[in-house]
């Protein structure tokens, strides 16, 4: 063999002999990797503490995580009414998870902990939840419901996550607060509520809700909030809706047109509404607004801005065409009626106005009195030559002047007020030409089809 050959022949013996024993070294090395991860993943991970002290009912928790199944080792709990967790991550809120928190434990706090699904403990009286990721709750039918038991939830806030049904949640009949704010729900069962004799407070603000079904008479005895704030709601019914106790309602900053109820006399303890940010229908929010007024309810928001005149500050429009108003084959009741309710509001501009001025002249001659009294007093004093002005005259010409000042200003609001007036008096006639001439149009178009078909018929029959 020659040396060439030879010295490349033992070179690569060598390097065949270190690279088995570098394979060798290395699957020694994942052998003894996979040994001591199974040993971690199968130890038990180290317990928590509570940040509280030690003889504290409340246990607060930090970096807490459960994204496998190995339910995290709580501290005990015994003794503790509440178990607050701040940080962490567990992504389902499981069977397991909620056993390990013991008997005493009845109110638990959730952190932003991107919570996914979440089982409720039969046993808890309040639980919040705000802030994660949740998309589904889990309510299990309780084995021994027939006799009697129950859940024992109150207090349920699920604020800012993503669920899009509720009807898992009928079987708390218990609670007394529900928040479901900022969640993806589009549809809502009244029904869903309908166990839940004890709640008070509900609130869907903030989601989807294009509808909301009441097939029967819904009954909530002990209701005294609700709100449906900024969703998507275009019809709401809610004469079937029995709450005795409901004091405040808030529906602002939706799509409704009308209700079915013109002056919500069936809630009889009603102190606040919130109607702004709808499409009401002016001939609808006018004549709601005069009784609503009469039961001394508050309207609790406002409209900024409206394109067309506003009835006590909440944006209407006077070209929406309900269902419940008359069809085309009706346009001239459509026009008596549309005229009437233009009169009845030109009525009350005009009247206002009459008040602002007849305000703005009582504004005047009280200016005009002041000024009068303290020219007199002023000219006797300069009169006489005993007299001398003291501090207590200059105190009061100073008196007088700021209420001077101030029966100005009065009187200089009260020509802005008028001035509002007369603009949105001659809108609302404008609006009213406006409307008024489209009817007719539509009623002669509608009149001319008419003429044709009659004709197109009495040829057809002539042909027969």
């Not at 009244?190 to 029967?216: D, E, V, Y």
């Not at 609790?300 to 070209?319: H, L, Q, R």
Request: charged residues 25%; negative net charge; glycine residues 2%.
């Amino acid at each position: 063999m020659q040396p060439s050959v030879r010295s490349w022949y033992s070179s690569t013996k060598i390097r065949t002999k270190m690279l088995f024993q570098l394979l060798l070294l290395l699957s020694f090395s994942i052998w003894r990797l996979q040994s001591t991860t199974a040993e971690v993943l199968s130890s038990p991970p180290p317990p928590l503490m509570c940040k509280n002290n030690v003889k504290s009912p409340i246990c607060t928790l930090q970096d807490v995580l459960f994204v496998d199944f190995h339910v995290p080792r709580l501290p005990s709990l015994a003794g503790k009414h509440t178990l607050q967790i701040r940080s962490g991550n567990i992504t389902r809120f499981s069977n397991d998870f909620s056993t390990a928190l013991g008997d005493d434990v009845r109110k638990v706090l959730l952190g932003h902990l991107e919570i996914r699904s979440l089982w409720l403990k039969p046993t808890l009286r309040y639980l919040s939840a705000e802030g994660n990721l949740i998309h589904h709750v889990v309510v299990d039918e309780l084995p021994d419901a027939e006799t009697g038991a129950q859940y024992q939830l109150e207090h349920l806030n699920l604020m800012n996550n993503r669920l899009s049904n509720i009807r898992m949640l009928s079987n708390l009949s218990q609670l007394v607060e529900l928040n479901l704010d900022g969640n993806l729900i589009d549809f809502v069962e009244m029904a869903t509520f309908s166990s839940m004799k004890n709640l008070k407070k509900l609130s869907l603000a903030r989601n989807r809700i294009s509808k909301i079904s009441s097939s029967s008479t819904i009954e909530l005895p002990a209701l005294e909030s609700l709100s449906l704030v900024s969703n998507n709601l275009t019809t709401l019914a809610v004469k079937d809706w029995e709450m005795p106790q409901l004091i405040d309602l808030a529906l602002s900053q939706n799509q409704l047109t009308n209700l079915d109820v013109e002056n919500f006399g069936h809630f009889v303890s009603l102190e606040k509404l919130a109607l702004a940010g709808n499409s009401w229908y002016c001939f609808w929010l006018n004549k709601a607004l005069k009784r609503i007024q009469e039961k001394f309810i508050t309207l609790a928001d406002k409209d900024a801005n409206c394109p067309a005149m506003p009835v006590e500050d909440i944006c209407c429009s006077i070209t929406v065409f309900t269902d419940d108003q008359p069809s085309y084959a009706d346009l001239v009741a459509r026009i008596e009626s549309f005229a009437e309710s233009h009169n009845r509001i030109r009525d009350e501009v005009t009247s206002r106005m009459d008040r602002i001025i007849g305000d703005s002249e009582s504004q005047l001659d009280a200016v005009d009195k002041i000024v009068t009294e303290k020219q007199e007093r002023w000219a006797k004093i300069f009169d006489s030559e005993k007299a001398r002005v003291t501090e207590h005259d200059i105190e009061e010409l100073g008196e007088s002047i700021v209420q001077v000042e101030g029966k100005i200003k009065q009187w200089q609001r009260l020509g802005e007020n008028n001035a509002k007036n007369a603009q949105d008096l001659t809108k609302l006639l404008y609006l009213t030409m406006e409307l008024k001439n489209k009817l007719a149009t539509d009623l002669k178009s509608i009149q001319n089809l008419q003429d044709e078909m009659k004709h197109y018929e009495i040829s057809f029959n002539s042909n027969l």
